[in-house]
Protein backbone atom coordinates (compact mmCIF):
# COMPACT_ATOMS: atom_id res chain seq x y z
CA UNK A 1 0.00 0.00 0.00
CA UNK A 2 1.18 3.39 -1.00
CA UNK A 3 1.41 6.34 1.56
CA UNK A 4 -1.36 8.20 2.53
CA UNK A 5 -0.36 11.94 3.40
CA UNK A 6 -3.29 14.56 4.48
CA UNK A 7 -4.29 17.08 6.71
CA UNK A 8 -6.46 18.94 8.82
CA UNK A 9 -6.90 22.50 9.39
CA UNK A 10 -8.87 24.39 12.55
CA UNK A 11 -10.04 27.73 11.57
CA UNK A 12 -11.15 29.05 15.12
CA UNK A 13 -11.54 32.40 16.74
CA UNK A 14 -8.36 33.16 17.85
CA UNK A 15 -6.07 30.21 16.20
CA UNK A 16 -5.60 28.79 12.90
CA UNK A 17 -3.86 25.12 13.30
CA UNK A 18 -2.91 22.41 10.99
CA UNK A 19 -2.30 18.92 11.37
CA UNK A 20 -0.50 17.02 8.80
CA UNK A 21 -0.61 13.44 8.98
CA UNK A 22 1.67 10.76 6.73
CA UNK A 23 0.10 6.75 7.54
CA UNK A 24 -2.16 8.61 10.23
CA UNK A 25 1.36 9.44 12.15
CA UNK A 26 2.11 13.19 12.50
CA UNK A 27 4.82 14.55 10.68
CA UNK A 28 4.10 18.29 10.69
CA UNK A 29 1.99 21.12 12.43
CA UNK A 30 1.31 24.77 13.23
CA UNK A 31 -0.39 27.12 15.15
CA UNK A 32 -1.01 30.71 14.50
CA UNK A 33 -3.44 33.79 14.71
CA UNK A 34 -6.65 33.45 12.71
CA UNK A 35 -6.76 37.53 12.43
CA UNK A 36 -8.94 38.78 10.10
CA UNK A 37 -8.08 36.90 7.00
CA UNK A 38 -9.68 33.34 8.17
CA UNK A 39 -8.74 32.12 4.47
CA UNK A 40 -5.40 33.40 4.24
CA UNK A 41 -4.90 31.90 8.08
CA UNK A 42 -5.84 28.32 6.56
CA UNK A 43 -3.35 28.64 3.46
CA UNK A 44 -0.38 29.85 5.39
CA UNK A 45 -1.12 27.61 8.73
CA UNK A 46 -1.41 24.50 5.83
CA UNK A 47 1.85 25.83 4.11
CA UNK A 48 4.10 26.07 7.94
CA UNK A 49 2.65 22.65 8.72
CA UNK A 50 3.69 20.88 5.28
CA UNK A 51 7.34 22.71 5.40
CA UNK A 52 7.61 20.96 9.07
CA UNK A 53 6.62 17.78 7.40
CA UNK A 54 8.69 18.42 4.21
CA UNK A 55 6.00 17.94 1.94
CA UNK A 56 3.91 19.98 -0.85
CA UNK A 57 0.70 20.84 -1.13
CA UNK A 58 0.56 18.06 -4.01
CA UNK A 59 1.19 15.31 -1.98
CA UNK A 60 -2.11 15.81 -0.25
CA UNK A 61 -4.68 13.33 -0.91
CA UNK A 62 -7.38 14.82 1.41
CA UNK A 63 -7.58 18.01 3.27
CA UNK A 64 -10.73 18.19 6.24
CA UNK A 65 -11.44 21.78 7.25
CA UNK A 66 -13.01 22.18 11.00
CA UNK A 67 -13.41 25.27 13.49
CA UNK A 68 -16.15 28.10 13.02
CA UNK A 69 -13.90 29.57 9.80
CA UNK A 70 -14.48 26.12 7.96
CA UNK A 71 -16.05 27.20 5.12
CA UNK A 72 -13.62 29.79 4.12
CA UNK A 73 -11.10 27.32 3.47
CA UNK A 74 -11.48 26.38 -0.52
CA UNK A 75 -8.68 23.60 -0.29
CA UNK A 76 -11.05 21.84 1.99
CA UNK A 77 -12.59 18.34 0.28
CA UNK A 78 -14.68 18.50 3.61
CA UNK A 79 -16.14 20.42 6.75
CA UNK A 80 -17.01 18.96 9.95
CA UNK A 81 -17.72 20.31 13.31
CA UNK A 82 -15.35 21.22 16.03
CA UNK A 83 -17.07 18.70 18.15
CA UNK A 84 -16.48 15.23 16.19
CA UNK A 85 -13.00 16.58 15.51
CA UNK A 86 -12.14 17.52 19.23
CA UNK A 87 -13.41 13.84 20.25
CA UNK A 88 -11.46 11.71 17.74
CA UNK A 89 -8.60 13.88 18.58
CA UNK A 90 -8.76 13.18 21.82
CA UNK A 91 -8.83 9.83 21.83
CA UNK A 92 -5.94 9.51 19.28
CA UNK A 93 -4.25 10.96 21.79
CA UNK A 94 -5.42 9.23 24.89
CA UNK A 95 -7.97 6.67 24.15
CA UNK A 96 -9.33 6.02 27.45
CA UNK A 97 -10.70 9.57 27.40
CA UNK A 98 -14.59 9.42 27.59
CA UNK A 99 -14.94 13.46 28.49
CA UNK A 100 -13.80 16.45 26.40
CA UNK A 101 -13.41 19.64 27.47
CA UNK A 102 -12.19 21.96 24.77
CA UNK A 103 -12.04 25.85 25.92
CA UNK A 104 -11.03 27.82 22.73
CA UNK A 105 -11.08 31.89 22.02
CA UNK A 106 -14.77 32.06 21.86
CA UNK A 107 -16.75 29.35 23.06
CA UNK A 108 -16.53 26.27 25.89
CA UNK A 109 -17.56 22.59 24.85
CA UNK A 110 -18.01 19.65 26.68
CA UNK A 111 -18.40 16.55 24.97
CA UNK A 112 -18.89 12.70 25.86
CA UNK A 113 -17.47 10.40 24.01
CA UNK A 114 -17.39 6.75 23.57
CA UNK A 115 -14.18 4.19 23.26
CA UNK A 116 -14.11 4.69 19.31
CA UNK A 117 -14.10 8.23 19.95
CA UNK A 118 -17.32 9.30 18.80
CA UNK A 119 -19.46 11.78 20.27
CA UNK A 120 -22.59 10.81 22.28
CA UNK A 121 -23.57 13.86 23.66
CA UNK A 122 -22.48 17.81 24.21
CA UNK A 123 -22.92 20.89 25.37
CA UNK A 124 -21.83 24.07 24.53
CA UNK A 125 -21.41 27.48 25.83
CA UNK A 126 -21.09 30.21 23.40
CA UNK A 127 -23.26 32.80 24.33
CA UNK A 128 -21.09 35.18 26.63
CA UNK A 129 -17.34 35.36 26.75
CA UNK A 130 -17.28 33.90 30.49
CA UNK A 131 -15.59 30.90 30.71
CA UNK A 132 -13.74 31.21 27.73
CA UNK A 133 -9.77 32.44 26.25
CA UNK A 134 -11.15 35.67 25.09
CA UNK A 135 -11.98 35.94 28.91
CA UNK A 136 -8.85 35.52 30.04
CA UNK A 137 -7.30 37.88 27.43
CA UNK A 138 -9.23 41.05 28.35
CA UNK A 139 -8.19 40.25 31.95
CA UNK A 140 -4.50 39.77 30.71
CA UNK A 141 -4.53 42.96 29.15
CA UNK A 142 -6.04 44.68 32.03
CA UNK A 143 -3.58 43.06 34.43
CA UNK A 144 -0.88 43.54 31.99
CA UNK A 145 0.81 40.46 32.12
CA UNK A 146 1.24 37.77 29.43
CA UNK A 147 -1.54 34.83 28.78
CA UNK A 148 1.63 32.44 29.32
CA UNK A 149 2.93 33.55 32.49
CA UNK A 150 -1.13 33.28 33.92
CA UNK A 151 -1.16 29.96 34.80
CA UNK A 152 2.42 30.48 37.19
CA UNK A 153 1.29 33.65 38.46
CA UNK A 154 -1.85 32.02 40.09
CA UNK A 155 0.14 29.89 41.64
CA UNK A 156 1.85 31.94 43.25
CA UNK A 157 -1.53 33.27 44.76
CA UNK A 158 -1.55 33.45 49.00
CA UNK A 159 -5.17 34.56 49.33
CA UNK A 160 -8.50 34.30 47.84
CA UNK A 161 -10.19 37.55 46.76
CA UNK A 162 -13.92 37.46 45.45
CA UNK A 163 -14.51 38.71 41.77
CA UNK A 164 -18.71 38.11 41.83
CA UNK A 165 -19.57 39.20 38.34
CA UNK A 166 -20.25 36.26 35.62
CA UNK A 167 -20.04 38.79 32.87
CA UNK A 168 -16.71 39.86 31.49
CA UNK A 169 -17.75 43.85 31.25
CA UNK A 170 -18.48 43.70 34.70
CA UNK A 171 -15.86 41.37 35.76
CA UNK A 172 -12.95 43.43 33.85
CA UNK A 173 -14.17 46.61 36.13
CA UNK A 174 -14.32 44.82 39.09
CA UNK A 175 -10.15 44.08 38.28
CA UNK A 176 -9.67 47.64 37.45
CA UNK A 177 -11.00 48.02 40.91
CA UNK A 178 -9.47 45.20 43.02
CA UNK A 179 -5.87 46.54 41.53
CA UNK A 180 -6.72 50.15 42.50
CA UNK A 181 -7.34 48.82 46.39
CA UNK A 182 -4.09 47.35 45.66
CA UNK A 183 -4.62 43.17 45.42
CA UNK A 184 -1.88 41.11 44.54
CA UNK A 185 -1.99 40.31 40.68
CA UNK A 186 -1.40 36.42 41.97
CA UNK A 187 -4.56 36.12 43.95
CA UNK A 188 -6.45 37.96 41.00
CA UNK A 189 -5.62 35.89 38.86
CA UNK A 190 -5.95 32.85 40.98
CA UNK A 191 -9.88 34.15 41.60
CA UNK A 192 -10.39 34.31 37.69
CA UNK A 193 -9.18 30.87 36.98
CA UNK A 194 -11.52 29.69 39.77
CA UNK A 195 -14.41 31.80 37.89
CA UNK A 196 -13.56 30.57 34.20
CA UNK A 197 -13.27 26.92 36.31
CA UNK A 198 -16.85 27.58 37.69
CA UNK A 199 -18.58 28.30 34.66
CA UNK A 200 -17.09 25.34 32.62
CA UNK A 201 -17.82 22.81 35.27
CA UNK A 202 -21.56 24.11 35.74
CA UNK A 203 -21.72 23.19 32.23
CA UNK A 204 -19.81 19.90 32.73
CA UNK A 205 -21.92 18.90 35.61
CA UNK A 206 -25.18 19.35 33.64
CA UNK A 207 -24.28 17.07 30.72
CA UNK A 208 -22.76 14.83 33.28
CA UNK A 209 -18.94 13.90 33.76
CA UNK A 210 -17.11 10.41 32.78
CA UNK A 211 -13.45 9.48 33.62
CA UNK A 212 -11.15 9.83 32.21
CA UNK A 213 -11.38 13.64 31.41
CA UNK A 214 -9.06 15.47 28.85
CA UNK A 215 -8.68 18.96 28.15
CA UNK A 216 -8.20 20.29 24.49
CA UNK A 217 -8.31 24.29 22.74
CA UNK A 218 -5.60 26.67 24.21
CA UNK A 219 -6.44 27.67 27.68
CA UNK A 220 -5.29 23.66 28.71
CA UNK A 221 -2.36 25.73 28.26
CA UNK A 222 -2.68 27.36 32.06
CA UNK A 223 -2.19 24.61 34.44
CA UNK A 224 -4.30 27.22 36.91
CA UNK A 225 -7.25 26.64 34.82
CA UNK A 226 -6.76 23.37 34.81
CA UNK A 227 -6.54 22.76 38.49
CA UNK A 228 -9.25 24.95 39.20
CA UNK A 229 -11.01 22.59 37.26
CA UNK A 230 -9.42 19.13 38.58
CA UNK A 231 -11.01 20.49 42.24
CA UNK A 232 -14.48 21.69 40.95
CA UNK A 233 -14.88 18.17 38.93
CA UNK A 234 -12.94 16.11 41.47
CA UNK A 235 -11.31 14.29 39.16
CA UNK A 236 -7.39 14.77 37.33
CA UNK A 237 -7.72 16.07 33.74
CA UNK A 238 -5.35 14.67 31.19
CA UNK A 239 -3.47 17.27 28.97
CA UNK A 240 -1.98 16.51 25.61
CA UNK A 241 1.31 17.86 25.21
CA UNK A 242 -0.52 20.08 22.03
CA UNK A 243 -3.76 21.15 23.24
CA UNK A 244 -4.19 23.32 20.95
CA UNK A 245 -3.60 20.68 17.92
CA UNK A 246 -6.44 18.47 18.81
CA UNK A 247 -9.26 19.96 16.42
CA UNK A 248 -6.58 19.52 13.85
CA UNK A 249 -5.46 16.36 14.56
CA UNK A 250 -8.96 15.46 14.53
CA UNK A 251 -9.80 16.71 11.20
CA UNK A 252 -6.37 14.65 9.93
CA UNK A 253 -7.61 12.11 11.26
CA UNK A 254 -10.85 12.26 9.73
CA UNK A 255 -9.28 13.26 6.35
CA UNK A 256 -7.37 9.89 6.72
CA UNK A 257 -10.42 7.74 6.93
CA UNK A 258 -11.58 9.55 3.92
CA UNK A 259 -8.69 8.75 1.84
CA UNK A 260 -8.90 5.47 3.20
CA UNK A 261 -12.29 5.19 1.35
CA UNK A 262 -11.18 6.92 -1.85
N1 LIG B 1 0.54 29.49 26.10
C1 LIG B 1 -0.69 29.74 26.54
N2 LIG B 1 -0.94 29.85 27.86
C2 LIG B 1 -2.16 30.11 28.32
N3 LIG B 1 -3.24 30.27 27.55
C3 LIG B 1 -3.07 30.17 26.23
C4 LIG B 1 -1.79 29.91 25.66
N4 LIG B 1 -1.93 29.85 24.32
C5 LIG B 1 -3.23 30.09 24.08
N5 LIG B 1 -3.92 30.28 25.21
C6 LIG B 1 -5.36 30.54 25.37
O1 LIG B 1 -6.01 29.86 24.34
C7 LIG B 1 -7.03 30.66 23.78
C8 LIG B 1 -7.22 30.28 22.32
O2 LIG B 1 -7.52 28.92 22.26
P1 LIG B 1 -7.74 28.18 20.88
O3 LIG B 1 -6.64 28.49 19.96
O4 LIG B 1 -8.05 26.77 21.18
O5 LIG B 1 -9.07 28.96 20.39
P2 LIG B 1 -9.81 28.89 19.01
O6 LIG B 1 -9.86 27.49 18.55
O7 LIG B 1 -9.26 29.90 18.08
O8 LIG B 1 -11.25 29.39 19.48
P3 LIG B 1 -12.70 28.74 19.23
O9 LIG B 1 -12.55 27.26 19.25
O10 LIG B 1 -13.52 29.26 20.39
O11 LIG B 1 -13.15 29.30 17.91
C9 LIG B 1 -6.59 32.08 24.00
O12 LIG B 1 -7.69 32.91 24.21
C10 LIG B 1 -5.77 31.99 25.26
O13 LIG B 1 -6.62 32.25 26.37
MG1 LIG C 1 -11.15 25.87 18.73
Do not use: W
Amino acid sequence: MGEIMVAGIDVGSLSTDAVILRNRQVTGSSIIRTGADPKAAAERALDEALTMAGEKRERLCFVVGTGYGRFSIPLAHRQITEITCHALGAHYMHPETRTVIDIGGQDSKVIRINGRGEVDDFMMNDKCAAGTGRFLEVMAQVLEVQMEDMGALGAGSTKQVSISSTCTVFAESEVVSLIAAGHAKEDIISSLHEAVAERVAGLALRIGVRETVAMTGGVAKNRGIVKALEGKLGTTIVVPPEPQLVGALGAALLAHEQALRS
